[in-house]
């Protein structure tokens, strides 16, 4: 088994990057460790260029995020931790993908409707093809397994599609050249929604910071955040039924299960028929509980930017090492000389 997956480094993590992705990058981690797979997680800082952005924040955020990652249990002595911008075989195999993939398909990405809104003509082409780079993200390193949020299942949906066209047009069934990668989603938090609006994803780009709770978030915020969470005046039903159309009461609830590790039913069957003012205070303690060990790794290690670029680096070498066999095959496939 091969573990592949990527967050983009545009700003601090957030509860929906963690609970969706990577607090199940870590159990994964373990897992390979003792099953003798691999895991690779790397910094998306190619795919951050297909937004406005400032090269500076680029800079900071990657190595924040270096650091966050290390601090939520990321092991760059099991894991191999890197940037895409250190392993060029990534846009490279990005531009061999681009013969594969077919405008229709990037056409009905989501993702790509949402940014580019109104003003296609005007997005840049990097927004448009980004799915291919992620696709060649996952398909250079033969991943098996991907662990993502809900939000990147479309995108997972379409590496596998450029995989089997390109195994089918330039290999064999037999021999194919690269490997149909399964996303892993977690059940009970695929989506965590905004803090103030159930239904909008937790995201970096929401321009309020009271719509989510950062990683580096302290108690007093996390605790302020969450009272001042939209609700509505109905207590909590003892069904999870109950919770049809209330999307934000689905969503407090929904974080609770996942950060206690239990089932949205067991958390109702708990504070059924409570109210918010009970529920909401000791919601904020358990995240605060699970978040402040993380948060003071984090302000202790991203003060370090040696030890943080010595991770990247290091990590980049392996990444390279194990990225080389499956471009050099795809060059062949294409019939490009290349001496
Ligand atoms: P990004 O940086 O937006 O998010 C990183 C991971 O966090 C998950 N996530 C969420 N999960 C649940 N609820 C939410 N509100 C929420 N917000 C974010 C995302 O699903 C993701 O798993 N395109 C990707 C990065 C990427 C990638 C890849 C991922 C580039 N190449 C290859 C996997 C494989 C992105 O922008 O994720």
């Known amino acids: 088994m091969r573990i592949v997956s990527g967050i983009q480094p545009t700003g601090n993590l957030h509860l929906g990057n963690y609970l969706g992705a990577i607090r199940n990058w870590v159990k994964m981690q373990d897992d390979m460790a003792a099953q003798g797979g691999q895991s690779l997680y790397f910094l998306a800082d190619l795919h951050a260029i297909s937004m ?12 924040e995020m270096v650091a966050a ?14 940037n895409q911008a250190q392993v060029p075989q990534h846009a490279e195999l990005q531009w061999l993908l681009n013969g594969t993939a077919r405008m229709g398909w990037l056409n009905r990405m989501t993702q790509w409707k949402d940014k580019a809104g ?19 993200d996952v398909l250079l390193y033969q991943a098996t397994h991907v662990p993502v949020g809900e939000d990147q299942k479309q995108h997972l949906e379409l590496a596998r599609d450029i995989a089997q066209k390109f195994n089918n047009d330039f290999a064999s069934e037999e021999n194919p050249v690269f490997t149909l990668p399964d996303p892993i989603i977690p059940p009970e938090a695929a989506r965590i929604m905004s803090l103030r609006n159930g239904s909008a994803k937790m995201s970096k780009s929401d321009p309020s910071d009271m719509s989510r709770i950062n990683l580096t978030d302290d ?31 689905a969503n407090l609830a929904g974080i609770y299960a996942a950060m206690a590790g239990t089932s949205v039913e067991a958390v109702l069957a708990d504070f059924g028929g409570e109210g918010f003012g009970k529920f909401k205070p000791a919601l904020g303690e358990l995240l605060v509980e699970t978040l402040a060990p993380i948060n003071d790794r984090f302000v202790h290690l991203r003060a370090d930017h040696s030890a943080l670029d010595a991770i990247l680096k290091a990590g980049a070498e392996k990444a390279r090492t194990l990225a080389i066999p499956t471009l050099d095959k795809t060059y062949t496939a294409l019939g490009l000389v290349r001496g």
């Open 52 to 63: 406005p952005h400032v090269p500076a924040e680029l800079t900071a955020n990657t190595r």
């Open 69 to 82: 990652l290390v601090a939520c249990g990321i092991d760059p002595e099991r894991s191999i931790l890197f």
């Open 118 to 136: 109104k003003n296609r003509e005007g997005a840049s082409v990097a927004l448009f093809t980004y799915p291919v780079l992620q696709a060649a």
């Open 219 to 249: 108690a007093d915020t996390i605790m302020q955040k969450i009272k001042k969470a939209k609700t509505d005046p109905e207590p909590l039903p003892s069904e999870k039924a109950g919770l049809e159309g209330r999307a934000e009461a």
